[in-house]
């Protein structure tokens, strides 16, 4: 067994911290460092939930090590918005269109498309829609997202087959 | 904590991490993109006492064009072969194979050579290696040698690579430009394993087929050639191609199986049909191009 000493920003804010090399990210973005918007549904990869920003890019937070993060920029669901009082865009297009009923699933399927439309590329709706493949929802049937997705993506129910 | 314990080290060559695998003697598990480890260390399917964890190796995350072919480093995430030039240029089927690993989040993580290593049957890039004819090197601390593609996989899960072996490249045959590929993969949602799944490549000279590469995925224990499927379609004038006959040549060589995913049978006939449609739909664009 191993420990490791590992210093990574989350959500802008220094963390250091000494982890076994079992821990898992997710668990210890939600038990060590209280980011509890890191939902932890499967935790072997499969729901999506747990889906958070490191180093850019969306990924499963269950299916890294914690020491894996060391001198990573890690962003959570907590990271988004502006201030307390206000919702992230992706958000707010969810809270319009209904894309959330028990909300468990929400912050990973808003941090993959936080991660796909911070970028200077901005991917169409076929895009986005795709990488929802990776995310499991029980509660809304996916409509209310893909409406959410299609409003971001600034294209019309219409369009879309 | 889920993982059962281990010691982690995260060395930053190929040496030390060669090192790290002799000096474990079977007891370590190499870590790459962790897409399918960590799952398995999580249910503690998998308690190795060791784990090498690679990502840190600067030296194995490169794809560089090298005498007659492309050679790939195995830290090369699945998403980096999908947005990669070179590779959109000399291996299409490859990347067109790549977007169907997995999904988004998975690919983000996951790489070619941790897919190469597992050896998973219905997995897409295992099979893309051995129908474009790859090869796998491999290195400890006794050897650097090279695996052919068709040769590495020896049952499901079960490779050719030694509990001391790192896989450092894997490295494709030059296809010319103009190859034509092959791709199509059934399965029930985006990201679930191929019920079955044919990857290949097919090079036309003045309208005549001078080359095949050929593997089915999900059709069998392992990646399979469709040898004989290859060897009737070489030579052939692209005009009078007999697809019913060649795709029966191809399943004789695959194995399926019965699981609770699919029959044998099913999975026989859907692949038949897919071969079928595959190469005449291949075809009928090439034409029109």
């Known amino acids: ?161 | 904590m889920k993982p059962a314990p281990f010691d982690y080290y995260a060395p930053k060559s190929v040496e030390e991490a060669c090192a790290l695998l002799a000096e474990a003697g079977g007891g370590a598990t190499v870590l790459a993109g962790g897409q399918t480890l960590l799952p398995l260390l999580a249910l503690r399917m998998s308690q190795p006492f060791v784990v090498i964890d690679i990502n840190r190796i600067e030296s194995l995350k490169f794809v560089s064009r090298a005498d007659g072919g492309t050679r790939i480093g195995p830290v090369v995430r699945q998403s980096e072969i999908i947005s990669n030039d070179i590779l959109k240029q000399a291996l299409p089927v490859l990347v067109t194979a790549a977007q169907h690993v997995g999904h988004h989040q998975t690919r983000n993580r996951g790489t070619i050579g941790g897919s190469i290593a597992l050896g998973e049957p219905a997995a897409e890039l295992p099979a893309t290696a051995v129908a474009l004819g790859a090869s796998i090197e491999v290195r400890s601390v006794r050897s650097v040698k090279k695996i052919r593609a068709e040769e590495m996989y020896l049952g499901p899960y079960a490779t050719a690579l030694s509990s001391d072996e790192l896989i450092t490249s894997i490295d494709f045959p030059e296809w010319p430009v103009n190859t034509m590929p092959l791709f199509r993969e059934i399965a029930r949602r985006p990201g679930d394993f191929a019920l079955a799944g044919l990857v290949g490549a097919v090079v036309i000279e003045s309208g005549r087929i001078a080359r095949a590469g050929i593997a089915w995925f999900g059709m069998g224990p392992t990646p399979i050639k469709a040898r004989q499927a290859e060897a009737a379609l070489v030579g052939q004038s692209i005009g009078s191609l007999d697809a019913q006959r060649l795709a029966e040549l191809a399943i004789a060589d695959a194995d399926p199986f019965d699981d609770r995913h699919a029959t044998a049978e099913y999975r026989r006939t859907v692949a038949r049909r897919i071969f079928v449609r595959t190469l005449s739909e291949a075809l009928k664009q090439r034409q029109a191009a």
């Open chain 1, 1 to 161: 067994m191993s420990e490791h000493k590992i210093e990574l920003s989350i959500n802008g804010r220094r963390q250091r911290a000494t982890v076994e090399g079992r821990m898992l990210l997710s668990d210890f973005l939600r038990v060590d460092a209280g980011y509890t918007g890191v939902h932890v549904g499967c935790e072997h990869g499969v729901c999506g939930a747990c889906t958070v920003i490191v180093d850019g890019l969306a990924v499963r937070s269950c299916l890294m090590l914690a020491v894996q993060a060391d001198r990573c920029k890690v962003t959570t669901v907590e990271g988004l918005a502006a201030d307390e009082n206000s919702l992230h865009p992706i958000q707010q297009a969810m809270r319009d269109e209904h894309a959330l009923q028990c909300g468990f699933c929400t912050p990973g399927v808003v941090m993959t498309l936080a991660a796909l439309t911070g970028g200077a590329e901005k991917p169409d709706a076929e895009t986005l829609l795709a990488s929802m493949s990776g995310h499991v929802c029980r509660c809304t049937g996916y409509q209310g997202i893909r409406r959410a997705i299609l409003k971001l993506a600034g294209e019309s129910e219409a369009k879309q087959p």
